[in-house]
Antibody, heavy 115, light 113 residues
């Protein structure tokens, strides 16, 4: 059974930084492409970005609102996906989900950006 | 980016009746080389992550009740709940995974009439 467990969420002031982690199990993490999707309170789902696997050069792509501020990385030795968020804005307040390319989702991590 | 538009935004259906949600994509999500539509449907209840119901437009995820079905191809898709149960009250989203940049419909809220 695929399991994805996010951690690292919390409260941060505008302009601050935060790093989310997502540990995967029950599937071949090393070969998988991984995504981050977020959901602002009371709103819909928004794709944040994706990182490919080693064979694809670990290339990452980002949605326009986060490009240049967010970085997706991975550590295949520990089956861990990361989302490093810098220069956070109040509009980044959301639950952040990690997902596999085969559409399995974690439980999410809440990030609140407020002064 | 591919724009996904759902209709209606909300609907109220009597218990045991049929609920139908439509999803339209701004461009085809049918991949010609494998004839698969890269379209998924999710159910989301308050405080929970989205729950995958349907993928490849019409393949039911393991464990999903057979009253849920998906249909359509190309740019027009439908999620049907054959006989609405109380536990089906939720928001439903369609998603395209055809392009690198996944996009989602705005959601349809299903309630009991």
């Amino acid at each position: 059974e695929v399991q994805l467990v996010e951690s690292g969420g919390g409260f941060v002031k505008p302009g601050g930084s935060l790093r989310l982690s997502c540990v995967g199990s029950g599937f071949n993490f090393t070969n998988g492409w991984m995504n981050w999707v977020r959901q602002a309170p009371g709103k819909g789902l928004e794709w944040v970005g994706r990182i490919k696997n080693k064979d694809a050069g670990w290339r990452a792509d980002y949605a326009a609102p986060v490009k240049g501020r967010f970085t997706i990385s991975r550590d295949d030795s520990t089956n861990t996906l990361y989302l490093t968020m810098n220069t956070l804005e109040t509009e980044d307040t959301a639950v952040y989900y990690c997902t596999t390319e085969t559409l399995s989702w974690g439980q999410g991590a809440l990030v609140t950006v407020s002064s | 980016d591919i724009v996904m538009t759902q209709s209606p935004d909300s609907l109220a259906v009597s218990l045991g009746e049929r609920a139908t949600i439509n999803c339209k994509s701004s461009q085809s999500v049918l991949y010609s080389s494998n004839s698969k539509n890269y379209l998924a449907w999710y159910q989301q209840k308050p405080g929970q992550p989205p729950n995958l119901l349907i993928y490849w437009a019409s393949t039911r995820e393991s464990g999903v009740p057979d009253r849920f079905s998906g249909s359509g191809s190309g740019t027009d898709f439908t999620l049907t709940i054959r006989s609405l149960q109380a536990e089906d009250v939720a928001v439903y989203y369609c998603q395209q995974y055809y392009s690198t940049r996944w996009t989602f419909g705005q959601g349809t809220k299903v309630e009991i009439k």
